[in-house]
Each structure stands twice: as C-alpha cells, then as structure tokens.
C-alpha cells in the first residue's frame, strides 16, 4: 500500500489550502486515516483522523475549528481542509493509515500508524 500526499504550497496568513491523500496498491478498508505534521526542528505531531468505522473524526485541540478532515467517494482518498492558516501551521504534512481501528487514546500517537505518505509541504507566509 502507498499513501500520496499533495495539495501543499506557500501561502499567506489567513489564507487556506486543501491537501489530498492518495491509496494505491493493495487496498483494503482502512480502519483509520489520519494526517500528522512536522515543523523544521520539532516532532511530528497529530493534526485530525477519520475513523472508518464509525464515521468520526478527531482534531488536536488547538486546531478545531480551522481545520477539517474529510473521505472522498472513494474509499481510497482523504482531505484534508485547511482555513485561517498561520505562519505556525508551516509543516511538511504527512497522511497516514492502518488496516484497524485503534482507541480514541491511541489514534494520535504516530506509532499507531502503519502506512504514511513522503510528506507535503506547506509554508505560510506572514
């Protein structure tokens, strides 16, 4: 399985983009889907996740509201919507999966995940 991630580029504060995450290979269902970021310097961390299953997303805390997580029509795809965007939300964005459904404790640790994508830039400007 492969995860392709693109949408990112520079953009203005206040401003909004729209990344898209791509599954190839042998596709299944993924119980989980979910998008992380890096900042130059610090540790990759959880921005929103999709949990098949029930239909339920989640958002770290200081990002509801600005952002939105979202499955396309194929089972496939994953969105990921971007609004009000701030110098501080320039990252590489990364989109990651896995075959089962964790506990909500869990879907934000990075090492839940076992499929990622190489990353997507994304660089707001102030």
């Known amino acids: 399985v492969q995860l392709q991630a693109s949408g990112g580029g520079l953009v203005q504060a206040g401003g909004s983009l729209r990344l898209s995450c791509q599954a190839s290979g042998r596709t299944f269902n993924f119980g989980l889907m979910g998008w992380f970021r890096q900042a130059p310097g610090k540790e990759r961390e959880f921005v929103a996740a999709?949990?098949?299953?029930?239909?339920?997303?989640y958002y770290a805390d200081v990002l509801k509201g600005r952002f939105a997580i979202a499955r396309g029509n194929a089972k496939t795809m994953m969105y990921l919507e971007m609004n009000s965007l701030e110098p501080e939300d320039t990252a590489v964005y990364f989109c990651a999966a896995r075959g089962n459904r964790v506990p909500i404790s869990a879907l934000q640790s990075a090492s839940q995940y076992t499929y990622w994508g190489q990353g997507t830039q994304v660089t707001v400007s102030s």
């Open positions: 999709f949990d098949r299953g029930g239909g339920h997303t």
